[in-house]
């Protein structure tokens, strides 16, 4: 028993000796073993550096440049925020989200005219943005596919004006497809504005419409 009490001891002093009693506070360096990206070669916020001419080490933003962690605005900042901005950033309606309540709203909202200027935009947008996985046609069969095992949709099967086709998508549908993303897909809500994404959408439905009506 002795034994015991003394080994019992001496294994709490060892604990304590390594662990030191709670809420001691070390003054010196901690060893690192792995320090990650502890210390990098960097400026922080609000010093002085003599690399630039007016020698703050912070820089102003590039003109024109967009805040990023809020909902891009339908236009340059440079050209004013316009009231649906404004709403945008708030937004609930159809437009903004492409739902009614809880549901995909079909048709374009009325804040959207369907000309010949909006298709010439969406055509343009949708060329940028999209054609490189879904194809120019929107068969899917952009030049991603050569480079990737994931398979774009085939966008001229979007069941166009039949709602009763397995693979109908309404048009709040496809508008939140690209403000969000889907599956494995990523989200476009960031890079396209809310105005040019409905101009994508009503884009994308002439280009069901060729492939269904091909030319004779
Ligand atoms: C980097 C490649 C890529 C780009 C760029 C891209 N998509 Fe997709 N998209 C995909 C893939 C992959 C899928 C299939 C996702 C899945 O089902 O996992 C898809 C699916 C879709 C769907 C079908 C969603 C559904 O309900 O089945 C729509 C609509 C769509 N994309 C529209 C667009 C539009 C519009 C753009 C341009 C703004 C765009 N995509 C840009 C890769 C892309």
Redesign the pocket.
């Known amino acids: 028993m002795k034994y015991f009490f003394l080994s019992y001891l001496l294994v709490a002093i060892t604990v304590v000796a390594f662990a030191g009693f709670r809420g001691h506070k070390f003054e010196n360096t901690p060893f690192e073993l792995l320090p990650d990206m502890d210390d990098q070669a960097k400026v922080k916020y609000q010093v002085s550096s003599n690399l630039f001419a007016d020698g703050h080490a912070m820089r102003k933003p590039v003109a024109g440049t967009m805040p990023m962690g809020f909902n891009v605005p339908s236009q340059p900042a440079s050209e004013g925020y316009t009231p649906q901005d404004i709403e945008f950033t708030h937004g609930t309606g159809y437009y903004y989200t492409g739902k009614m309540g809880d549901f995909y709203g079909d048709g374009l909202p009325p804040e959207v005219e369907l000309t010949p200027a909006l298709l010439e935009r969406g055509r343009e947008?949708?060329n940028i943005?999209?054609a490189?996985?879904?194809g120019e046609s929107g068969n899917?069969q952009?030049i991603?596919v050569k480079y990737?095992t994931?398979?774009?949709?085939n966008?001229t099967d979007?069941g166009l004006a039949d709602p009763a086709a397995p693979t109908f998508?309404p048009d709040g549908?496809?508008y939140d497809?690209?403000t969000h993303?889907?599956?494995?897909?990523?989200a476009?809500g960031a890079?396209?504005t809310v105005r040019d994404?409905w101009a994508?959408?009503a884009y994308?439905r002439t280009l069901e419409y060729a492939a269904k009506n091909p030319a004779k």
Do not use: E
Request: hydrophobic share 45%; with cysteine.
């Open positions: 947008r949708y943005n999209c490189i996985c879904h899917g952009g991603f990737s994931v398979v774009p949709a966008l979007m998508r549908k496809l497809v690209i993303g889907w599956n494995q897909m990523g476009y890079n396209i994404r994508i959408v994308l």
